[in-house]
């Protein structure tokens, strides 16, 4: 029932910006927490932000100052504003749904999930 279509995404040089859309479909953004993960080649994905169903949005910390999340509820889609970027925020990243509780960015408590978008940060 829910779907999730990413767009944006691309090449950028260290120090650009770039935002990600997380169009969703089948539920409304602000009945449930959407958020956004990454994962670079050999890594395990990770949590970077969130925001949850009340407006409340989560950082993991090596993207706090840089990164914005936000929502459109009108449009029922999500952003992900990246600002300064850096070669280390290289990554494919993902838009999820999901119904966190004690903890934000755990990967347990999301799906369905977007269809990834490649974010390379490069000079």
């Known amino acids: 029932q829910v779907q999730i279509v990413q767009s944006g995404g691309g090449l950028v040089q260290p120090g650009g910006s770039l935002r990600l859309s997380c169009a969703v479909s089948?539920?409304?953004?602000?009945?449930?927490?959407v958020g956004w993960f990454r994962q670079a080649p050999g890594k395990d994905r990770e949590g970077v932000s969130c925001i949850i169903s009340d407006g409340h949005t989560y950082y993991v910390d090596s993207v706090k100052g840089r990164f914005t999340i936000s929502r459109d509820n009108a449009k029922n889609t999500v952003y992900l504003q990246m600002n300064s970027l850096k070669v280390e925020d290289t990554a494919v990243y993902y838009c999820?749904?999901?119904?966190?509780?004690?903890?934000?960015?755990?990967?347990?408590?999301?799906?369905?999930w977007g269809q990834g978008t490649q974010v390379t940060v490069s000079s």
């Open positions: 999820a749904t999901g119904y966190p509780s004690d903890y934000y960015l755990l990967e347990s408590d999301y799906g369905p």
């Open positions: 089948g539920t409304t953004v602000d009945s449930i927490a």
